[in-house]
Structure formats: C-alpha cells, structure tokens
C-alpha cells in the first residue's frame, strides 16, 4: 500500500556461497517480475505503492546487490550466481540504471528463464562509457585500481539528497532506498562499477528475450544515445523515449512494470 514500510526481505540461499536478499509484494500467485535497482540505491528504491503490482497481477521480487560486499569477476559471474539462488522458472526483469546491464546479463546467462526485460536509463556497454557524467566515469576508473579508495568517495556521494522525482511519497522512498543501499559501506557499489567497466562477458545478441528501453529525453546520468545504442545492438528491443529524466522509474513504474511482465 502506499507509504509502506519495507516488508520483511527473505533470503534465499540454494548455493551454500551467500544469501540473497529479496523483498517481495504485490500478487503472490502473479506473473513473478524481478527488479533490479540502480547504483547507490537498493530493493527499497522503487515506486511506494505495491498495490500497482497486485492490480497488475504481478509477483514483485525486489533484489538487492548491496550489501556486505560480495566478489564477482565479471558481470557474467554475477548473472550466474544470482540465477542460480532465484526459485522462479520463468519471470521478466527490471534494470534501472546500473541495474540495467544485471537485467541484461540474467537474460544472457538464462535465456530458457528469462521471458521479457525492461531497461530504465540504463549504464552503457563499455564502449559508450563516455556518454556517462565525468564524475560517474571517474569513480568507474578509480575502482578498478582501488576499490576501497573508491569506496570512500562513493559514501560521501551517498550521505547527498536524492533528487526529486516529483512525488513525495516516491522521494521519501528513494531517500529510504539510499540509506539502506550504504548501510554497509559503499564497497559493494566500488565493486559493481569495477566489473560494469570491464567486459560483460556476453554479447548483447546472447539477450534473445524481448527488450523495452524506457528513456526519459531529460535524462543526463544516462542520456538518450544509450538507450539507442542499445535499440541497434539488442536482437529484439524497442526503444520508449518519454518525457522525464533519470528518475523516470518512479512516474511511470506501473507502465514499466506491465511491460516487463506482459
């Protein structure tokens, strides 16, 4: 319901290696839709009202990737692991910002699983790195070198306000979203941004499910050349360009949503 206050997340763990953390609402007998948030945000940084996820008929399972900071090699090696620990035969996925190349890598790595996915501003391929903002590329580069130094920075960057997303009951659960995203430190994010600059270690035409590309023309964290790069690149994708700016997630999260789980 809206204002809701997080639900108590479940961990799953069928590999022995680590728990992963999911926060589950809406529908419990819908089409399951996993989503996968941004950078510096956490399952907790999505649209408020989870009754947009029942009347949809959606089972919503909200994934977090921070956390006490886990080791992957590759984007791949994430995908792999974290389709290993979810119980769900068939589901689509969400991925906002760097978020996005998560979704895309769950599509590659199980694509018998895998139905429909859709990006939100979506974090580039590694060629298109320099459409990003200098600040983002800059700590992209300090954390393959250090990634504790880069850590550090990314905590401060933390500790700033959300911006607005022109809802206050979506700005207090972006804000919550953030706190909880550096609850354990930032090394987790340092990592992510390590490996997401590095190859993937799959090719965007291994994505063989159907691909929605929401963009806001305002958008200038990941700015609209992304997502028609990705139009190009992607075997079955169709580019949304929208009014709105990066935090197009929260003003049009039930259109999203009903694209990811149609």
């Known amino acids: 319901m809206l204002g809701r206050k997080p639900s108590p997340a479940r961990h799953e763990d069928h590999t022995g290696r680590h728990a992963l953390v999911v926060d589950e609402a809406g529908d419990p007998d819908g089409t399951p839709v996993v989503y996968l948030h941004g950078g510096g ?29 886990r080791r992957f090699g590759s984007l791949r090696a994430w995908a792999e692991s974290t389709a290993a620990e ?6 689509g996925v ?10 895309l890598a ?14 939100v501003g979506s974090m580039p391929p590694i060629d298109l790195v320099a459409e990003l903002q200098r600040d983002v590329r800059a700590a992209m580069r300090v954390a393959r070198v250090s990634p504790r130094v880069a850590a ?3 905590e401060r960057w ?5 911006p607005p997303t022109g809802d206050p ?11 909880e995203s550096f609850r354990h430190g930032g090394l987790w994010l340092a990592r992510e941004l390590a490996y997401l600059g590095r190859p993937w270690g799959f090719d965007l035409a291994d994505v063989r499910a159907p691909v929605t590309l929401w963009w806001g023309r305002d958008d200038h964290v990941c700015p609209p050349p992304i997502g028609e790069a990705f139009a190009e690149r992607l075997p079955h994708a169709d580019l949304r360009l929208v009014d709105g700016n990066h935090q197009l997630l929260f003003s049009r999260w039930r259109d999203i949503l009903a694209s990811a789980a149609a």
């Open 41 to 69: 945000d956490s399952r907790l940084s999505r649209h408020p009202d989870d009754a947009i996820a029942t009347s949809l008929g959606v089972r919503l399972l909200a994934v977090d990737r921070c956390g006490p900071a």
């Open 86 to 91: 979810l119980d769900l035969e068939r589901f």
């Open 94 to 103: 969400i991925g906002w910002s760097a978020g996005g190349p998560h979704a």
């Open 106 to 119: 769950l599509a590659a790595v199980a694509p018998e699983r895998v139905a429909r996915v859709a990006l």
């Open 152 to 154: 550090r920075g990314l």
């Open 158 to 162: 933390g500790r700033q306000p959300t």
């Open 169 to 179: 009951a979506c700005d207090e659960a972006y804000a919550r979203g953030r706190v």
